[in-house]
């Protein structure tokens, strides 16, 4: 820990001055004033003395420190937490500039604290990255003054470090939680009655509504005189696999986020819930070459394999290569599997241009086609339009936003299953889809 201290003159002194400048020009029309602004000159000086005496008593006698995460998630709020001691025997003021990481790109941050004699304290405040990758921090700099304010003592900690910055692990968390709550609806998940059609019997229960006729336990309904039904266990260890295109249309931003990061943070969430469910999870990437790959497993280190392999997960800004993906998954992936694969479509030109490579990995595995809505063309479309290029604009914002709805029908007469979503809604509107293919048996 290396410490400087340099003398910093507090901009109260510079006011001072200037009411003392100020005071000696009006002197000239009233005499009076010239002594007054002598007065103030020598009572400045004396304070100014007095505060440097006492802030510069002494060695050592702030000491503080950064305490960081581990990691940080992205997208999420992160606390950073400041640890700083008192050695003077009165209370002090400080300012704390704290030289946070580039990618913040914050020219004003500080921080205000008054901590009483021989007392340690501590501040916190959150950082909210917006992509993945290594954050590294600066020095620590603590400014300590006294009620005076003429002047403060620079305290410089060389307190570097690095912080990598993960896929919302944070999200992930809550997830988790909710899940094993069993409360997943109450986040907007829906709660899907198992209709499941494996051979393994769990039991007999009463028919509710959505249950399937074909299901109906016709000695039991007898006996109770109502309809009961026999459940069975949704079938287990199914391969779920994420693949996420890494192309340029991937790149959109989103409230800081690109849509990458979204897919990768669903990605991250659904590979647990699937884990949790007894399935297989697995991942990839694909752009001009297919990358990050983890096989489908169950072991207990795949949740650590899937997020280093996220963590890895950046766009290469070209058009990606369906036709690679798809002889990756024909070579690779032998045995039926649910895809969930984030992508973008904006128009049905650019879903043509690749559709037949959706139906060939569609005969060999059930395939949900994940894309986004544009809702900055929601403004557009809901604003009232009034001159000539309004009415332009939102005519074409709702031929964007309609052709959007194309796709979704162009992909469902092939049999291809799609979530249209906001990139907000895409972790929950990817877990309902999941729960519903698996209570429907069709994986």
């Known amino acids: 820990m290396k410490l400087f201290k340099p003398f910093y003159i507090q901009p109260r002194f510079f006011y001072s001055g200037l009411v003392i400048v100020t005071l000696f020009v009006f002197s000239y029309f009233v005499p009076v004033l010239f002594g007054i602004a002598q007065l103030c000159i020598l009572v400045v000086l004396l304070l100014f003395f007095i505060d440097v005496l006492i802030v510069f008593f002494g060695k050592n006698?702030?000491?503080?420190?950064?305490?960081?995460?581990?990691?940080f998630s992205n997208g999420d709020n992160n606390q950073v937490e400041i640890s700083i001691e008192n050695h003077y025997p009165f209370a002090i003021d400080l300012t704390i500039i704290d030289e946070i990481p580039f990618q913040f790109q914050v020219r004003d941050f500080e921080l205000k604290l008054n901590i009483k004699p021989h007392r340690e304290d501590r501040i916190t405040y959150n950082l909210k990255p917006t992509e993945r990758g290594e954050y590294h921090f600066g020095n620590l700099n603590i400014y300590a003054s006294t009620k005076i304010g003429l002047v403060a003592k620079r305290f410089r900690f060389d307190n570097k470090a690095m912080v990598p910055t993960y896929p919302s692990f944070k999200q992930l968390r809550k997830f988790e939680l909710i899940n094993i709550n069993n409360s997943l609806q109450d986040y907007g998940v829906k709660k899907i009655r198992r209709i499941g059609h494996s051979m393994e019997f769990e039991q007999i229960k009463d028919y509710v509504l959505g249950d399937d006729l074909r299901t109906i336990n016709w000695k039991a309904t007898a006996k109770k005189n109502n309809l009961m039904v026999n459940q069975f266990q949704d079938e287990k260890s199914q391969p779920i696999y994420s693949i996420i295109d890494k192309g340029r249309v991937m790149k959109m931003p989103f409230e800081g986020l690109s849509l990458l990061d979204y897919a990768i943070n669903a990605t991250l969430v659904i590979s647990s819930i699937a884990l949790k469910k007894h399935d297989k999870?697995?991942?990839?990437?694909?752009?001009?070459?297919?990358e990050n790959i983890v096989v489908a497993q169950r072991r207990n280190s795949q949740m650590r394999l899937i997020l280093e392999s996220l963590y890895n997960v950046k766009t290469d800004y070209f058009e990606s290569d369906f036709s690679r993906l798809y002889a990756n998954i024909k070579r690779n992936i032998t045995q039926r599997s649910l895809i969930l694969l984030y992508t973008n479509f904006e128009t049905l030109d650019s879903l043509n241009r690749q559709l037949a490579?959706?139906?060939?990995?569609?005969?060999?595995?059930?395939?949900v086609v994940i894309f986004f809505k544009n809702t900055e063309l929601n403004s557009i479309i809901d604003e009232k339009a009034e001159t000539i290029q309004q009415v332009y604009d939102k005519v074409i914002a709702e031929k964007f936003a309609f052709e959007?709805?194309?796709?979704?029908?162009?992909?469902?007469k092939y049999g291809i299953y799609s979530i249209l979503t906001t990139p907000e809604n895409l972790t929950i509107d990817t877990i309902n889809k999941y729960l519903e293919i698996k209570s429907r048996g069709l994986l």
């Open 61 to 71: 006698k702030i000491m503080g420190y950064r305490i960081l995460p581990d990691k």
């Open 404 to 412: 959007k709805r194309l796709i979704v029908q162009e992909l469902k």
């Open 357 to 367: 490579y959706l139906k060939a990995i569609a005969k060999n595995h059930l395939i």
């Open 281 to 290: 999870a697995g991942m990839l990437s694909f752009s001009k070459k297919v």
